[in-house]
């Protein structure tokens, strides 16, 4: 096996002291700080930016008119139209959960109920939103389109707590969704 040597090219005075380097970084940097002490920033004039930079200035800019389709936030449960549960508790957003945010615990429906035929439903569901990771795997999963990813970035608590969503108030938060739920047919 043939040994090959390398020779590193000489570097003269300049290049040895990084002078030139360091003169065009500065004018780089002058240039952007010009550029935006004069509202001219790539992407100020779409955040509806202050003008210095595109930072957005946030409680009073929001995201929202900027939010893009497919934006995925914190997962909440919803109702249909009549304001029945759409979950059957059958647990598949617990088990697929990658950070094990959620955790059901399956009741059943009163054999009096005139959904009974249902089966089981939740009796407590929590949603552990320090640990959600908000990929989407739980919504993908139900079978009966319970659980939905709403487009709310604005999650906030002052403690660990209060960030561990109940049942009650993820329906709060979710609120009415239309369309068809399978558990309420007749032919199920």
Same mark, same amino acid.
């Given at each position: 096996?043939?040994?090959?040597?390398?020779t590193r090219?000489?570097?003269?005075?300049?290049?040895n002291?990084?002078f030139?380097?360091?003169?065009?970084?500065?004018?780089?940097?002058?240039k952007?700080?010009?550029?935006?002490l004069?509202n001219?920033?790539?992407?100020?004039k779409d955040?509806?930016?202050?003008g210095?930079?595109i930072?957005?200035?946030?409680p009073?800019q929001?995201?929202?008119e900027?939010?893009?389709?497919?934006?995925?936030?914190?997962?909440?449960?919803?109702t249909? +139209?009549? @304001?029945?549960? =759409?979950c059957?508790?059958c647990?598949l957003?617990?088990f &697929?959960?990658?950070?094990?945010?959620?955790?059901?615990?399956p009741g059943?429906?009163?054999?009096?109920?005139?959904?009974a035929?249902?089966e089981?439903r939740?009796?407590?569901?929590?949603?552990d939103?320090?640990?959600?990771i908000y990929?989407g795997?739980?919504e993908e999963?139900?079978?009966?389109?319970a659980i939905?990813?709403?487009?709310?970035y604005?999650?906030s608590a002052?403690s660990?707590?209060?960030?561990?969503?109940?049942?009650k108030?993820?329906y +709060?938060i @979710?609120?009415? =969704?239309e369309?068809?739920?399978n558990?309420?047919?007749? &032919?199920?």
């Amino acid at each position: 096996m043939a040994i090959v040597k390398l020779t590193r090219p000489k570097l003269n005075a300049g290049e040895n002291i990084y002078f030139a380097s360091l003169i065009k970084g500065f004018f780089l940097t002058m240039k952007h700080a010009v550029a935006s002490l004069r509202n001219r920033t790539r992407g100020a004039k779409d955040m509806a930016s202050s003008g210095m930079g595109i930072t957005m200035q946030y409680p009073e800019q929001r995201w929202d008119e900027h939010m893009p389709e497919h934006y995925r936030g914190a997962p909440t449960l919803v109702t249909d +139209e009549q @304001g029945r549960e =759409r979950c059957v508790s059958c647990q598949l957003c617990e088990f &697929i959960c990658p950070p094990k945010a959620i955790r059901i615990v399956p009741g059943e429906i009163p054999s009096a109920d005139p959904w009974a035929k249902v089966e089981k439903r939740p009796q407590e569901f929590d949603i552990d939103m320090i640990r959600c990771i908000y990929c989407g795997m739980c919504e993908e999963v139900c079978p009966e389109q319970a659980i939905y990813l709403r487009k709310d970035y604005l999650i906030s608590a002052l403690s660990r707590a209060e960030m561990v969503h109940d049942k009650k108030k993820l329906y +709060e938060i @979710g609120g009415v =969704r239309e369309g068809l739920v399978n558990k309420w047919n007749e &032919i199920k």
